[in-house]
Every structure is written in C-alpha cells, then in structure tokens.
C-alpha cells in the first residue's frame, strides 16, 4: 500500500497568555487540527508545509524549526506521515479561514491541548511548547 505523504506547520506567536498556535477546522473531517496537507509531484516537505498553511489561514509565515513527523493511518486506511514545521507569524497578514477549512483562530498553547482533536496533534504541540513541571 502507498504511503500517503503530506507536510504542515504550528503557526505561532506570542500573545497575552503565552504562546499561542493556530487550529482549523476540517470541514470534511469535522476536526480541530493543524494546517497541512498532501505534497504535490516534485514538491518537497517544507515547500508543501509553507503553501498548505497559506491556502488554508492565508498566513504567510517564517518557515521554523522541522518538528519531525508523525504517522497514522489517514480516513481511507492508508498509512499516512506528516512533516511539520514551527513556524513563526508576521504580523502581515490575517487569519482567514479558506480552502477545505470552515474555522482558523488562535489559541493559546495551554489550552489547544483540550481544542485538538487527536492525540498525535496533542503530542506534536509539545515539540514546539514543552510542558514544564
């Protein structure tokens, strides 16, 4: 079976209450996640992350530190990974829900843990926001 390949970024930026990140929610998927999606012929991770985050907040952010993969197994049965990226917020352009996404805002990190939908998500935060104890 074809692995499905695709790439997305945690769009960030300081706020009053900390570091916030963007979520969308998937229409089709009816889920709070990150902005990602699947890699074009002859496009590379980061170049598909950078693009997928502008088509789906109308962001155009710094692409940041790689935050590695995850892997699951996408709505169809096939395996999937994802390639993520930090990635930091000008202050440019707004946040504007667009392309497959009915809903983007910012949320606080401490709190995006209860928005998100998956665990996979919940853990790939903590690349970017270490919990301190």
Partial sequence: MKIVR?????VWRRGSEGIEVVLVHRIARAD??????KLDPGEDEATA????????????????ADLGTIAYR??????KIVRYYAMRASGRASLRPAHEIDEARWVPSARAVSVLTHDHDRRLLGRLVPRRT
């Fill in 6 to 10: 695709a790439a997305g970024g945690i």
């Fill in 32 to 37: 709070w996640s990150y902005p990602k999606g």
């Fill in 49 to 64: 992350a950078l693009r997928e985050v502008l088509e789906e907040t109308g962001l155009g952010p710094a692409l940041g």
């Fill in 74 to 79: 996408d709505a169809k049965g096939r395996p």
